[in-house]
């Protein structure tokens, strides 16, 4: 993407309200506030929305999940028969059709999976099944901390299917571990901790916590990086563990912060299924109430809490082993003349115009200035080096190389792709 072709609101100066973090995004450009609670998405900050989501569907569909999507406006039926209308919390938004019929916007799909299924499994041949989708929701919530509590919000919502307890034991686990893989290849820490199932019902939850300085429960964590014990100042448990004290899993040292949750799972059991009379037959021909899962992950809140985490003064956006999801892989940032712009066309060409923003406009120390500020990964510089020596520089987290411009490509490939040298 040629920078002067480029919708990129980025800013100077720190505007709006709120938490740190979103006025960063704001000023990075990648959001818009609306209202209260309501966000909209520039650009490049749906490159980045979108790469995260295309991880998180290839998570759910390397354990067999499969893509759905339902209507956000749902009609009461479904809702009352729940048991769940006009009690969610008091956080339902709720309308009436020209017709009088009661209406709502979704806060949750477990309604809706239910509606989506009945009459068409019967058997528990037809079983397990995993289904999920990546929509909105809607909740009359107190809008606080930037896009992490939001009235409109995108969620990944999964919505599992089992014959048996025993069933719904799997597939938790499956996504629980695919949940562990997905929030550490885009680079987040984390912690995972019992929680209330509240208003979603059934008989456990887990909530997965990241560590941040500024969040909305307290949080104490272990500090091993393949551990994820966990315990929030909403758990019984939390008086039991201190900073500094040892992790009762492993071992390793806890720390303590604030926290931001990122995704839920609950073992729902037969909460939905015998309300909303939805039965299978099992092996000896007996009707019985399916079993549920239900698999929540905010896709919104989840960018601003890899922000949180790996930011400061501009966005950063961690490169791991899978790759990265910042907006741009790359910038290519000429300097001055001397046959410098010719080359970093050439190298912008190479490097692939989709998905490396080129700097062709702007002063040179904007161009600087707000690639960092959109927390660009690599940056290619073609200038003095190249005028005096004929090769460019290539600034990562890594450090800083000098390449022939024909290895540039490559390279960034490389880098963007999590490959270590």
Request: with cysteine; glycine share 12%.
């Amino acid at each position: 993407m040629r920078r002067s072709e480029a919708f990129l609101p980025t800013s100077r100066e720190t505007v709006g309200a709120g938490s740190d973090a979103a006025k960063l995004l704001v000023r990075a450009g990648l959001v818009r506030p609306f209202g209260s609670g309501l966000w909209g998405v520039s650009p490049a900050g749906q490159r980045v929305r979108e790469k995260l989501i295309a991880r998180i569907r290839a998570g759910m569909d390397a354990i067999g999940g499969q893509a759905v999507s339902l209507p956000g406006l749902q009609y009461r039926e479904r809702w009352a028969q729940s048991g769940r209308w006009g009690s969610f919390e008091g956080e339902m938004f709720t309308l009436e059709n020209r017709d009088g019929q009661a209406m709502c916007l979704a806060p949750s799909h477990e309604e809706g999976m239910v509606h989506l299924v009945d009459g068409q499994v019967r058997s528990h041949a037809d079983l397990p099944l995993l289904l999920y989708q990546v929509e909105s929701k809607f909740r009359d919530d107190h809008a606080r901390n930037g896009l992490v509590r939001t009235k409109e919000f995108t969620m990944k919502d999964a919505y599992s299917f089992h014959v048996d307890e025993t069933g719904l034991d799997e597939t938790y686990r499956e996504v629980r571990a695919a949940y562990d893989r997905i929030l550490a290849d885009v680079g987040l820490d984390f912690a995972v901790v019992s929680a209330d199932n509240s208003v979603m019902g059934g008989t456990a939850s887990e909530e997965f916590v990241a560590p941040v300085a500024d969040g909305s429960d307290r949080l104490v964590y272990c500090t091993v990086g393949d551990c994820r014990f966990g315990v929030t100042d909403e758990h019984d448990g939390f008086a039991a563990h201190d900073s500094g004290g040892e992790c009762p899993d492993c071992g390793g040292t806890l720390a303590e912060s604030d926290g931001i949750e990122v995704a839920h799972v609950f073992e729902l059991g037969t909460r939905y299924s015998s309300a909303m009379d939805l039965t299978v037959d099992d092996a000896s021909g007996e009707s019985r109430d399916v079993v549920m899962g239900s698999y929540g992950l905010g896709v919104d809140r989840l960018l601003q809490t890899l922000v949180q985490q790996h930011g400061g003064e501009t966005c950063a956006w961690p490169v791991t082993d899978w790759g990265c999801v910042a907006p741009y892989r790359a910038a290519v940032i000429p300097v001055g003349d001397g046959g410098v712009q010719d080359v970093a066309e050439e190298i912008f060409e190479a490097c692939g115009r989709e998905d490396v923003l080129f700097y062709d406009d702007l002063s040179v120390g904007e161009r600087f200035a707000e690639s960092d500020l959109l927390g660009i990964p690599a940056k290619v510089v073609v200038g003095n080096t190249y005028r005096e020596e004929g090769v460019v520089d290539l600034e990562t987290s890594e450090g800083t190389r000098q390449l022939a411009p024909e290895n540039v490509a490559d390279a960034v490939e490389r880098f963007a792709a999590g490959a270590t040298e």
